[in-house]
């Protein structure tokens, strides 16, 4: 006689077990946390030269992809092997996306880094005499009476200037000093970097196979409905994201190259410094333009303050045509939220994550916000609602009312 196992029964078992096993798995992680944490730490230093040449490789796809199309059209009409044609159509293009990366920033780096290095030098060298001339210039220009100039003398201008040559220049010192040091970490970079390269090579060169491989285990483990959605699902995840980080990346490339053009036909103080910030703070949305634009004001400023009025006019102009012209013709409706859930994935991301959250934040919020959407549709639409938001401004029309009760006499 077979014993017969009621479903529902096995089903809550598996339930109750696997809810003393996580809740056991918790308690651990709480009571070992130092343990668990080291162990994590050695786990993401083992995996690091992966996550590396996974982010390498997911930021070159879209040139890879445009390579290997055209490389394939090309190549056509000389190979008839389909099997040749394709490999050697993937070498060609993982040699070429590299070697033109790998080129582009090396030249940048080489332009950038020296230029930089000796506009940060020139700003710490005439930091007092630019303070001093601020103060004249204001001093001139408003006319301010002794006794206030005296005032931001001993409490604004030389509180500033000795913070700035006793506290940052010596932190900066220190800081320099604590690269040359942790040589060993540095060269620890290195070696995961050019192991995230050769990982790189594997992912561009593997991404289908990898692809097979998960559908192949999302139709094994699921029913084919919940396998396709699976798989529809991550590829909307997929183009959120790619669309989102590749978009801001050549958004804000744009906009740092029109800063340094207009900058220096401007003749502005510092342009190419200026312009690698604008370019970089752009990456981060919404607050990116404000958080650049504040420090390279008061550079401006300590330089000249006309050119500090308009810089700040410049760059307002600038950010509203970046936000009304270029930024929507590259991203497009990327992201699809409103601006105040923007703001809100931002803030969440940033104070969890860092500037790495303050980017990725807000694919990730993206793709949440289209699944409780769509679930929310879901459940209107059995409930036989509309599903548009503005039927739902007056609800009155979809409250029950209730018969008033009368006193009987």
């Keep these: 006689m077979k014993l017969k196992i009621e479903n529902t029964y096995f089903k809550w078992g598996i339930t109750i077990f696997a809810s003393i096993s996580a809740s056991i798995v ?36 879209p040139s890879y992809n445009f390579f290997l199309r055209k490389i394939n059209l090309s190549l056509t009409p000389f190979i008839n092997n389909k099997r040749k044609l394709i490999s050697f159509s993937k070498v ?43 103060m004249i210039w204001v001093v001139d220009n408003f006319n301010l009476s002794d006794k206030t100039v005296d005032f931001i003398n001993k409490n604004i201008v030389n509180n500033l200037t ?37 990982i790189c090579v594997y992912f561009l060169n593997g991404k289908e196979i990898f692809a097979a491989q998960a559908k192949k ?13 699976i798989i529809h699902e991550a590829k909307f995840i997929n183009r959120t994201f790619s669309g989102f980080i590749n978009g801001k990346i050549i958004d804000s490339i744009i906009v740092g190259i029109i800063c340094f053009i207009s900058l220096t036909i401007m003749g502005m103080p510092y342009t190419l410094l200026i312009s690698v910030i604008i370019g970089v703070t752009n ?24 050119q500090c009025v308009y810089f700040v006019i410049f ?68 409930k036989d609602l509309p599903v548009e938001t503005l039927h739902y401004k007056d609800t009155s029309h979809y409250t029950c009312k209730r018969p008033v009760n009368k006193e009987v006499k």
């Design 26 to 61: 918790l308690f651990f992680i709480i009571y070992r946390s130092e343990e668990v944490g080291q162990n994590l730490s050695i786990l993401i230093a083992i995996v690091t030269p992966f996550i590396y040449g996974f982010v390498i490789a997911y930021l070159l796809t």
């Design 92 to 134: 060609l293009s993982t040699a070429i996306t590299l070697i033109l990366s790998i080129t582009i920033i090396t030249g940048l780096t080489s332009m950038v880094l020296p230029q930089l290095a000796t506009s940060i030098l020139g700003i710490v060298n005439t930091f007092p005499s630019n303070a001093d001339g601020l």
């Design 162 to 198: 000795n913070w700035f040559m006793e506290n940052l220049v010596p932190t900066m010192s220190e800081v320099v000093a604590g690269v040359s040091t942790g040589l060993i970490s540095f060269l620890v970079v290195i070696k995961n970097f050019f192991l995230g390269i050769i």
């Design 217 to 229: 285990g999302a139709f094994a483990s699921c029913t084919k409905e919940r396998a396709d959605f």
């Design 283 to 306: 990456i981060i949305p919404f607050f990116g333009p404000f958080i650049g634009a504040i420090p390279s004001a008061i550079i401006i400023l300590l330089e000249s303050p006309i």
């Design 315 to 382: 760059i307002q102009i600038l950010q509203i045509i970046d936000g009304n012209v270029i930024g929507p013709k590259i991203l497009g409706d990327s992201t699809g939220i409103p601006s105040f859930w923007v703001i809100f994935a931002i803030l969440v991301g940033g104070g969890l994550f860092g500037f790495i959250g303050m980017i990725v934040g807000i694919p990730i919020f993206a793709v949440i916000y289209a699944y409780v959407g769509r679930y929310v549709r879901y459940k209107l639409c059995q």
